[in-house]
């Protein structure tokens, strides 16, 4: 699990599971494109610290996916409602696909 893309779905889905310090070290890490270095003089910890906190970051987020699979179901779910709205043209088969990706967003575990 080393894609960042993955990683920050990840993170959308769980991230809130993580504590608030594993939080902000894997924002700024994954998010802000900080490196150990920099993560580690904003924080006043050590680069190995940092190191520590992003691999368990990953440890846990990936997890977190292979108990709930929330991530691997939406984009199931996403690509189901690509192919539906490839094969109809009915307007109201399409406002139901919108608002389903609507709450997609609106999710919160």
Excluded: P, W
């Amino acid at each position: 699990m080393n894609d960042r893309f993955e990683i920050n779905d990840l993170l959308d889905a769980y991230g809130v599971l993580l504590t608030e310090k594993q939080q902000k070290i894997a924002d700024l890490y994954f998010h802000e494109d900080c490196s150990y270095q920099e993560i580690a003089e904003m924080e006043g910890i050590s680069r190995a610290a940092v190191y520590d906190a992003v691999h368990k970051c990953r440890v846990e987020l990936a997890r977190y996916e292979s108990l709930l699979n929330h991530v691997r179901h939406a984009k199931i779910r996403s690509s189901l409602y690509d192919r539906i709205e490839n094969i109809t043209q009915d307007e109201k088969v399409l406002t139901l696909i919108e608002e389903l990706r609507n709450t997609e967003t609106q999710e919160v575990i």
